[in-house]
């Protein structure tokens, strides 16, 4: 038992021993990374160059010395081994080491001087000043010289050009304006674009060689600055330019931007210049503000009604799109306004007739009015002057002879009645009220429009306020829905519905981009089209005119990119102030506008006849045939099958299929 008690108490001490050395085990275990992660000593070439770094961190002083060190550590060992090796040198110690100062001094430009120290010394001090003088005049010359370029990249320095164009802002659209600029005066010899922006020169003009290309002979200068600047504005020299375009804003929210550009330019240019203005604004509250802040030489574009207005209309025609396109740029044949002192006395039927290479489509008087489409027995007046289509403004040559049509492919049929018509629309934004509105004036009386948008009492709301509008010609019915998920494409029955149109979400802060949105419509579209072996009519509205290649649909599918189209209009009107009235006449919902009308209302269909022949047929239905679609050459994937202004001794075989181009009355 004595054993047995001895033992547990050796236990006992044993057990108390461990658990006091158990801190002291973890301790050890803690401090033990602290002893492996010590850094190791710097290696001597490390605090050499530590040292070496904080020298030259201490002034232009050290920074000096540690130059003349270098230089002499070059230049004395270089000097003596030239001495000491050169046959003609001096024999005495002294004299080779007055010889290799000498040398030094003349590499250093020291002076280089021998002799008492008192001479040596006064040598080194004259040239030193003459250093210090040499190079402060060299610094400056070289700070000058700097500033002065840094300031031309910045965009400060006043650009002096006449008959120059001003684009104020930066947008999506400044590329499209600008290639359009770039292609229009292809005869001027001189051309000038001058660009102010709230941006770096350097990225303006990166960006803009980037996408719009080669200039040619049209130089681009971008200038720095806010547009609501007048002192910014001045530096353009916005009073001696041709036009001043000032761009639209991505968001509507910006609109009163515009409107502040507007009053700066005022407030830049006298009264007295009268420099035309092209503005575009996207919110019709701002239309009227911005027109007062531009003054009386100014054009204000609203670019959410202009896309309203060609979605509708493109709703009903399908490929009206591509007529536009090739109409506005400058890649083809466009509008312009040209000289008719050689038609003078001439009714209009008969001037129809005798321009072989243009299609003439008005008549603008001598105090300004354009008449459009005018009736076949209206005389061309002294001082008129006639809207053409043509390649160029001076391809309007008129012959001795007018064309001749062949009166036997002309056909009487009288014009078919418009029946009423069942439409899709998928998606909703600000401009669907616009385009409900809009449509409403071209379609029979009794169509329906179905709209399928994803929105609560809000949005319902707005569609019952466009319904309100759009009666009695269109009725609209609403069902809730995202356009973005199959269910809801694929709920859909496509044949009973004469069109589809598509739109996109607006674009907000922090939101995806629209055409992503409706990209993903379109590929539920084609696929329904496939399952069901239905194929619709669509016509999509864009703002990214690179999103256009994407799109799952056909070639010649109608595409209205909304920031596209409204630059090649702004571009297009700044060209030629005539034809603001023109496309205001063509995009509202009465009047003349261009339609695509069957080519068997015109001519004998499965013959062969001259575009002349059709120009007449269309000319006795008080029309004005500019062109026709092929949809052959469509179906093929050739191109989009439009032929805008055909030379009238264009003969070929007219299919059914053919639609010819015409400005008419609705």
Not at 359 to 376: E, F, M, Y
Not at 435 to 446: D, E, Y
Not at 520 to 526: A, D, K, N, P, Q
Not at 597 to 610: C, E, I, L, M
Request: hydrophobic share 45%; net charge neutral; charged share 25%.
């Amino acid at each position: 038992m004595i054993k047995d008690e001895g033992r547990r108490r050796s236990v006992q001490r044993s057990t108390r021993v461990g658990k006091q050395r158990q801190p002291q085990d973890a301790r050890a275990l803690a401090s033990r990374p602290a002893r492996e992660t010590t850094p190791q000593r710097a290696s001597l070439r490390e605090r050499a160059r530590y040292w070496f770094d904080n020298t030259l961190a201490r002034g232009v002083v050290v920074l000096i010395g540690w130059l003349a060190v270098a230089c002499l550590a070059l230049a004395v060992p270089a000097s003596a081994l030239l001495v000491w090796t050169d046959d003609h040198a001096p024999d005495t110690p002294w004299a080779k080491t007055a010889a290799v100062w000498r040398s030094v001094g003349q590499t250093l430009r020291l002076g280089g001087e021998v002799g008492s120290p008192l001479r040596v010394v006064l040598s080194v001090l004259l040239a030193l000043v003459a250093l210090f003088y040499v190079s402060t005049v060299v610094g400056l010359m070289t700070t000058a010289i700097t500033d002065e370029l840094t300031a031309l990249r910045r965009g400060h320095s006043t650009v002096l050009e006449h008959g120059h164009t001003v684009l104020l802002g930066w947008s999506a659209q400044t590329f499209t304006v600008v290639a359009e600029l770039v292609a229009a005066p292809a005869k001027q010899r001189r051309a000038a674009v001058v660009v102010l922006a709230d941006r770096d020169v350097t990225e303006m003009e990166e960006e803009l060689r980037t996408e719009v290309g080669g200039t040619g002979r049209t130089r681009i200068v971008c200038r720095n600055g806010h547009p609501s600047d007048p002192a910014a504005l001045a530096r353009v020299s916005p009073a001696t330019a041709n036009v001043v375009v000032v761009m639209p804003r991505d968001r509507a929210d910006d609109d009163a931007e515009i409107v502040k550009n507007l009053l700066a330019l005022r407030a830049t240019v006298d009264d007295d210049d009268r420099v035309r203005v092209v503005a575009a604004v996207r919110d019709a509250r701002y239309r009227l503000a911005a027109a007062l802040a531009a003054g009386p030489n100014a054009v204000v574009l609203e670019a959410d009604d202009v896309t309203a207005r060609l979605v509708a209309q493109c709703a009903r025609q399908p490929g009206l799109s591509l007529v536009y396109q090739e109409l506005l740029d400058f890649a083809g044949d466009e509008f312009y306004v040209v000289d008719a002192s050689a038609h003078e006395g001439r009714v209009f039927a008969e001037v129809l007739r005798i321009c072989p290479a243009s299609s003439v489509v008005g008549i603008v008087r001598a105090d300004g009015t354009l008449h459009l489409n005018p009736p076949a027995d209206c005389v061309v007046a002294a001082r008129d002057r006639l809207v053409v289509i043509a390649q160029d403004d001076d391809t309007t040559v008129p012959t001795d002879e007018p064309a001749v049509f062949d009166e036997t492919m002309i056909v009487n049929r009288a014009p078919s009645v418009r029946p009423c018509e069942r439409v899709l629309l998928l998606g909703w934004n600000r401009r669907a009220r616009h385009i409900v509105r809009h449509l409403s004036g071209h379609v029979a009386a009794g169509s329906v429009l179905h709209v399928v948008a994803e929105g609560g009492e809000s949005l319902a709301a707005e569609v019952r306020t466009a319904a309100t509008e759009a009666a009695p010609a269109l009725t609209l019915a609403f069902t809730p829905g995202d356009p973005t998920l199959p269910g809801t494409v694929n709920g859909t029955d496509l044949a009973e519905y004469d069109g589809v149109i598509v739109l996109g979400p607006d674009r907000g802060p922090g939101a995806e981009a629209p055409d992503d949105r409706t990209l993903v419509t379109l590929l539920l579209l084609r696929e329904l089209e496939r399952t069901s072996g239905v194929a619709v009519r669509v016509v999509t509205e864009m703002t990214d005119d690179r999103n256009r290649a994407l799109a799952p649909v056909g070639v010649g599918a109608d595409f209205i990119v909304s920031g596209k189209l409204v630059g090649l209009l702004m571009v297009q009107i700044s060209q030629n102030w005539h034809l603001a009235a023109l496309f205001e006449e063509l995009l509202a919902p009465h009047g003349n506008a261009i339609h695509l009308k069957p080519a068997g209302d015109y001519v004998r269909t499965g013959q062969r006849t001259s575009f002349a022949t059709v120009v007449e047929s269309a000319s006795r239905r008080g029309e004005c045939a500019i062109g026709y679609r092929s949809r052959r050459l469509a179906r093929s994937g050739i191109d989009d099958g439009v032929r805008i202004n055909p030379a009238k001794s264009e003969v070929r075989c007219w299919s059914a299929e053919d639609d010819v181009i015409v400005v008419a009355g609705r």
